[in-house]
């Protein structure tokens, strides 16, 4: 009896202490600041796949603009961030718009697909 209450108590304080663990979540996709910087008007779709790659999903209300978005929560500086590139008909690019400075060294690799 005593080894069993023993064991409940060890396991008890076990969860207790696992719950208390800080689980960093990262959805979308980010790249660095200077790669988005190589993104200027003119550039044809392609030329920006390879760069950032192809956005995780296609907004069918603007099919003219690829928009990309990171997300990281669970821990003490949470971090939101996106970048939209707009495209012509001829599909050029004609602005690019981003929340500002990107976080430095975060996110997939430039030219990748998020997998």
Partial sequence: MNKIVKAVGFYAL???VSACA???????????????D?????????????LIGHPL???????DQWE?????????QPVTAWVVVHFD??????QVET???LP?????KPGYEAQ
């Fill in 57 to 63: 999903e296609q907004n069918p209300l603007h099919p």
């Fill in 99 to 101: 929340s500002g400075p």
């Fill in 22 to 36: 800080t689980v960093v979540v990262e959805q979308g996709s980010i790249m660095p600041q200077e790669v988005v």
């Fill in 104 to 108: 430095e060294g975060q996110g997939i």
């Fill in 68 to 76: 990309y978005f990171y997300q990281r929560g669970g821990d003490l």
């Fill in 38 to 50: 190589q993104i200027h008007a003119g550039m044809n779709q392609d030329q920006v796949a390879k």
């Fill in 14 to 16: 076990l969860s207790l």
């Fill in 89 to 94: 008909a001829a599909g050029l690019v004609t």
